[in-house]
């Protein structure tokens, strides 16, 4: 799953993508990459607060890119044959 927040605030959105993780994880191999302004210490914190696994479990599936390192590294995803990329992106309208 692919997200973007432009703030820095745990917003629904947040939880309907760690929601979405939860359940696929179990059918598909699945990773979150959270592109934005929210610290990953941030999401371990509400993570761990809300739901019975643990952050640090599945911290491996987890990507957390910066808006500043957005500006300043270029990267490139790859992603293997079969791959669907689920966007949840509640700024979408």
Request: charged fraction near 30%; charge should be negative; hydrophobic fraction near 40%.
């Amino acid at each position: 799953m692919l997200t973007f927040s432009p703030i820095n605030e745990i917003t629904g959105h947040i939880f309907e993508c760690f929601d979405y993780y939860l359940f696929l994880k179990d059918y598909f191999k699945t990773c979150i990459l959270f592109l934005g302004s929210i610290p990953e210490e941030k999401l371990k914190r509400v993570f761990d607060d809300k739901y019975i696994d643990r952050y640090d479990d599945i911290s491996d599936d987890i990507i957390v890119i910066t808006e500043q390192q957005l500006k300043t590294t270029h990267k490139l995803f790859t992603f293997g044959k079969d791959t669907v990329v689920i966007l949840c992106d509640g700024n979408i309208h």
